[in-house]
């Protein structure tokens, strides 16, 4: 129920009559406390993360390279 894309925590602990904090509590124990548990925002699952943080990771990446082919271009012109 809680692992499903959709699934927020606000709804969820409503639907089971227990408090918000009860539920994120568990949630954050089952899952090591790599879920985003602010109420009304969808439940990440943990590939979700992963792919975010990867797409971040391949950004940086990215303007690194782009950063060196610039510097690269600048070093290699003929000193004249």
């Known amino acids: 129920?809680?692992?499903q894309p959709e699934a927020k925590i606000?709804?969820?602990?409503?639907?089971?009559?227990?408090?918000?904090?009860?539920l994120r509590r568990w949630v954050s124990q089952e899952h090591g406390g790599v879920?985003?548990?602010?109420?009304d925002k969808p439940l990440r699952s943990e590939s979700a993360s992963k792919v975010e943080r990867l797409?971040?990771?391949?950004?940086r990446v990215t303007t690194e390279r782009d950063?060196?082919?610039?510097?690269?271009?600048y070093f290699a012109r003929d000193p004249q």
């Open 35 to 39: 879920l985003d548990m602010r109420p």
């Open 10 to 22: 606000t709804h969820i602990a409503r639907d089971l009559g227990i408090e918000q904090s009860v």
């Open 1 to 3: 129920m809680v692992k």
């Open 67 to 73: 950063i060196l082919k610039k510097a690269l271009g």
């Open 55 to 59: 797409q971040r990771e391949l950004r």
